[in-house]
């Protein structure tokens, strides 16, 4: 990775806005194009643009741009949608046949000074906020997303596999949501850390501790109701499904690495488990931004500010997990 100048945009089209960005939060999927060069089996051509958590201001508006005004703070969708094919009209936006996806190999990220987005992608933000929290609305839509296809109910006993920014986003809404066990697991002490320091008490410090046996033993035996793996990692997953009760949910957050994974079926078979994966959010800012105005997520996730030509070094950190690193804002 490495900084480069590049043209400003031209003046916004109609519909559209140039948006100076301010902020964009590091996410894991940048992490699997910056390591694997690929998400999945999808490959990224070189260069590459990335960044879709930003916060910005609007710097120019296109015609027929009447909703926003110059200086105005927003948060930006990075998902352009068309509205108009069948997975839009069924609200099934992150489906979109026409879907352009900034930061990934359909459009270009956020890491850099001005872009232009569709004017109906920026929301805007109150001034209360600060530029952590803005960048926070994006992951945060994506777990919001979650409790939509599964969602904690009032005492249900979840287990969270993967202690980074997802992870406790995860566990943060499972605590609003009723949850009356949380259980976190990861291999990392300082996330554990992170997440006791949140009030977080049941930790398993992976791989020391077997979380399926400490799930049983903090369930006393029964398992869990749900399990949500933001790690997605063949142990995790198989972990995970070993930790449920029987008819209980399994959520993969989480992208795996892997291609062709050794994953335990016979076990979810013979407990009937429930799985359910995820693709981004759905158009689910509006609520992260309610839950982070309202203060229900702590800014403890941010370890670390950094300037735009410090992105390499960032994404270094991230990659060697040093620092005591968790969720990492580059400020423009």
Known sequence: MEVRE???????????VTVKVTAVGICG???????????????????????????????ALGAGVTDLKIGQRVAIEPAITCGLCEYCRTNFHNHCNELLFHGSVSAPGFFQDYLNVPAKNCLPVPDSLSLAQITLIEPLAVIVHVLELTPVRL?????????????LLTATLARLAGASTIIIGDRLPHRLKQAQAMGFSNTVAMPHQIFRDAAMDLTHGRGVDIVFDAAAAVETINQGIGALRPAGRFVLIGIPTELNMNIDMHTAMTKEVFIQTIKRSNHNDAQALALIAAGHISEMLVTHNLSLEKTPDAFQMLTDYTDQVGKVIIQL
Not at 29 to 56: C, K, M, N
């Open 29 to 59: 999927s940048d992490l699997h194009w910056f390591q694997d060069g690929r998400v999945g089996h999808i490959h990224t051509p070189y260069p590459r643009l990335l960044g879709h958590e930003p916060a910005g201001e609007i710097a």
């Open 155 to 167: 005492g249900d006993t979840v287990a969270i596999l993967g202690a980074g920014p997802i992870g």
């Open 6 to 16: 590049v043209p400003l945009p031209p003046d916004p089209p109609p519909g559209q």
